[in-house]
């Protein structure tokens, strides 16, 4: 038996609800992960009448490719979908059996009339949290529209394809066999890289707002629903709605939930701003903002939307530490997220940069997976809680490396080292690695602003006790303000507080 009685039970209500017949196209071997593909696709089998098994020659072997009875999706996993990618393969069984997708039918109508052939193949790791929204959204594109096919593929069992893509960071998506993207992407991102997004033209004829806010993080969200609630004409952008919090795993700080992954956190948000008269204009980049009679709102695509006040909302993105070597090695060795990308470097040597809390936890969290962690912090002590400090320090794995700046990220095709400088002998030294974290903070995403409004030096909009700006009427909230610290639930705070604040303005203007 491959799985566990506790999942077995649940797949078994989850396979009730198939609602046509499947076959599972399956493409093995005499090795021991075909053999172990062939016991979970056996099992399948055993446990609905609506699954049969055929066998093929697929691409890759082990694989197998979930199709309707008389037509191929183009769905395909290659290795073993279990661990994170298990729900991934639950879904393409729904799916491909004739379940609908939970998608907005926008979204269908998008998918349905992509004519070109697109062929997406996904590097993951069965590990890897971002992966399964990834595989899962393409896999959607894969059963609504028939010139589009996805494969799944698990980086661990097909080591030389991802040692000669050069994948260093999963999810890495290809299309039609060059690089797509990486990191978690939404459908509706996917969409609007493949060129399908919204044109200026559907915002030409929107009345002006009340408030419109710009971030669609919890801040933006949180004074969307407070100016919403108050019967306003309101409105959101967003370049990509939920922010930092769909970038985030474990949340355990939001008061009243226990615990919560980001992702479900955005999936509550967004059905919260849904409850609501909210205009969302998600995947939205605000590029410039002037004040005229109203504010005039210029997005990316051309698009100019007018209020009567404005929340800035656009919240902080990681911080980069600027040597040479870290753009060129990005996704080569060069990581940010220790979550996703930690398990490629299984049984490797890296670095972390940054000793502050997120450095440190994050090399807690590297030294169970990696061979040997490198922690450079630029101060000469540690600026990490002390009880994180002294977990990394109980770590038999770990050196930690004080007052020391990095000076590049070495490398050819990828990342081979890291040379640092000793800032009290200012003696500079080399060590060989292949994989460095990234972890020294973040920075307001507020340059599109210009002169507008008052900023402090490092970015953050100056805003008072109200939300105010320094410019009546432009309210701000959230992390990409001066505001001393930088919470989902302070960040909700805020926003709330400037939606009354731009409410009180309204009314008094
Ligand atoms: C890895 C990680 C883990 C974290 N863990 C926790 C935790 O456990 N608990 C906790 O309380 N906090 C945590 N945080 C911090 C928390 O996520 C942030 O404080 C919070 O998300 C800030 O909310 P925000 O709405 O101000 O900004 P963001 O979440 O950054 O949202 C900003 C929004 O603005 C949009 N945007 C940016 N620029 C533009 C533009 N030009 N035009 C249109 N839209 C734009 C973005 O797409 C996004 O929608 C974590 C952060 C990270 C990165």
Request: proline residues 4%.
């Amino acid at each position: 038996m491959v799985l566990e009685a506790k999942v077995k039970a649940q797949l078994n209500e989850y396979l009730q609800l198939m609602e046509g017949d499947i076959v599972l196209k399956v493409s093995a071997n005499t090795d021991n992960v075909s053999k172990d593909m062939m016991n979970l696709v056996n099992e399948l089998a055993s446990m609905s009448p609506r699954i049969t098994i055929e066998e093929t020659e697929l691409k890759r072997t082990p694989s197998f490719s979930v199709n309707r009875t008389a037509e191929d999706t183009g769905i395909t996993f290659a290795g073993i979908p279990l661990g994170h990618e298990f729900t991934s393969l639950v879904l393409a069984i729904l799916q491909v059996s004739g379940r609908a997708p939970k998608v907005d039918s926008a979204v269908i109508d998008q998918i349905k009339a992509i004519d070109e052939q697109y062929h997406f193949e996904t590097y993951v790791s069965l590990s890897c949290h971002n992966c399964p929204d990834v595989v899962q959204a393409l896999n959607i594109m894969s059963v609504l529209n028939p010139n589009i096919t996805h494969s799944m593929i698990d980086g661990a069992v097909f080591k030389d394809e991802v040692e000669s893509n050069n994948v260093m960071a999963v999810p890495a998506v290809f299309l039609n066999g060059e690089f797509f993207g990486g990191g978690r992407m939404t459908l509706e991102e996917i969409l609007a890289k493949l060129g399908s997004g919204v044109d200026a033209e559907a915002f030409a004829d929107k009345e002006p707002f009340d408030v419109l806010v710009v971030g669609g993080g919890p801040a933006g969200s949180s004074a969307a629903i407070y100016a919403a609630r108050k019967g306003i004409r309101t409105g959101i952008v967003a370049e990509r709605f939920g922010g930092q919090v769909l970038d985030t795993m474990s949340i355990e700080n939001f008061i009243s939930v226990k615990q919560t992954e980001g992702p479900k956190l955005v999936a509550s948000l967004e059905e919260h701003v849904k409850e609501y008269d909210i205009d969302v204009m998600n995947l939205q980049r605000a590029k410039r903002l002037e004040k005229k009679d109203l504010f005039e709102l210029e997005l990316e695509n051309g698009a100019v939307l007018k209020s009567k006040t404005v929340i800035v909302s656009t919240g902080a993105r990681w911080r980069n530490v600027g040597v040479p070597g870290e753009e060129e090695f990005k996704n080569k060795g060069v990581a940010y997220c220790p979550h996703c990308d930690g398990p490629l470097f299984d049984g490797k040597d890296v670095a972390v940069i940054g000793g502050g809390n997120s450095g440190v936890e994050a090399a807690i969290d590297l030294a169970g997976i990696v061979k040997h962690v490198t922690v450079l912090e630029f101060m000469p002590e540690l600026k990490a809680d002390e009880i994180l400090q002294q977990r990394l320090y109980s770590l038999p794995n770990v050196t930690v490396l004080k007052n020391v700046q990095t000076k590049e990220i070495t490398g050819t095709d990828n990342v081979n080292g890291i040379t640092y400088i000793e800032r009290d002998s200012e003696e500079e030294k080399h060590i060989p690695l292949q994989g460095v974290f990234v972890q020294i903070g973040l920075l307001p995403n507020t340059d599109w602003l210009g002169e507008i409004v008052e900023r402090t030096k490092f970015g953050e909009v100056v805003a008072d006790k109200h939300g105010a700006t320094n410019v009546p009427g432009l309210f701000a909230a959230g992390d990409c303000t001066d505001t001393p610290y930088k919470q989902i639930i302070i960040s909700m705070g805020s926003g709330a507080n400037a939606a009354l604040g731009a409410f009180d303005h309204l009314i008094r203007n």
